[in-house]
T-cell receptor, first 112, second 115 residues
Framework: DQQVKQNSPSLSVQEGRISILNCDYT??????FLWYKKYPAEGPTFLIS?????DKNEDGRFTVFLNKSAKHLSLHIVPSQPGDSAVYFC???????????FGGGTRVLVKP | DAGVIQSPRHEVTEMGQEVTLRCKPI?????LFWYRQTMMRGLELLIY????????DSGMPEDRFSAKMPNASFSTLKIQPSEPRDSAVYFC?????????????FGNGTRLTVT
């Protein structure tokens, strides 16, 4: 069973516009959520995180929103840049442990 | 900081052969994770260690898979015998887990092809 799902396998956006990536989870015990970015032939790199006590966290062009009642989180990238073209994974974990469960990823293409 | 180091970067082997993947975590990190990435299943956790002790190996697919962490700076993932369906990218990651969930730092992976 997939506890973390990213239903959009790909997303194409024009440079300068907003990219919105979505993620849904089913396990209500998850209380910590992260987004990772992955370039080809490299490992995923940490981008931004949010704990369940918050509903928004912002870091530069990246903002993560959490809707606990809907078990949904999203990542906004504003403005999108060609260097943002990558695969983005959302991940969820429990504060009581350190393992993360990942979604299937969304491939983002930012067109110049 | 050199980051998490995995070797080899690529491994091509024939079905039935033994494969050993290696990982050096970031110095000072007390958690080490082995993940596998496939098209069908995405990134799935195989096993993780805390202070060199295996904590959860429920993701290890079969007895053909085994992992060890003999010391804080080295871990191996072994597949014996290997099968074509084991072809995937295997990632090692480490984290500092003093409090709650910490971001994982991933290596660049080992791409395994079993023919």
């Amino acid at each position: 069973d997939q506890q973390v799902k990213q239903n959009s396998p790909s997303l194409s956006v024009q440079e300068g516009r907003i990219s919105i990536l979505n993620c849904d989870y089913t396990n209500s015990m998850f209380d910590y959520f992260l987004w990772y970015k992955k370039y080809p032939a490299e490992g995923p790199t940490f981008l931004i995180s949010i704990s369940s006590i918050k509903d928004k966290n912002e870091d530069g062009r990246f903002t993560v929103f959490l809707n606990k009642s809907a078990k949904h989180l999203s990542l906004h990238i504003v403005p999108s840049q060609p260097g943002d073209s990558a695969v983005y994974f959302c991940a969820a974990g429990k504060s009581a442990g350190n393992k993360l469960t990942f979604g299937g990823g969304t491939r983002v293409l930012v067109k110049p | 900081d050199a980051g998490v180091i995995q070797s080899p970067r690529h491994e091509v082997t024939e079905m039935g052969q033994e494969v050993t993947l290696r990982c050096k975590p970031i110095s000072g990190h007390d958690y080490l994770f082995w993940y596998r990435q496939t098209m069908m299943r995405g990134l799935e956790l195989l096993i993780y260690f805390n202070n060199n002790v295996p904590i959860d190996d429920s993701g290890m697919p079969e007895d053909r898979f085994s992992a060890k962490m003999p010391n804080a700076s080295f871990s191996t993932l072994k597949i014996q015998p290997s099968e074509p369906r084991d072809s995937a990218v295997y990632f090692c990651a480490s984290s500092l887990g003093a409090k709650g969930v910490s971001p994982l730092h991933f290596g660049n992976g080992t791409r395994l092809t079993v023919t």
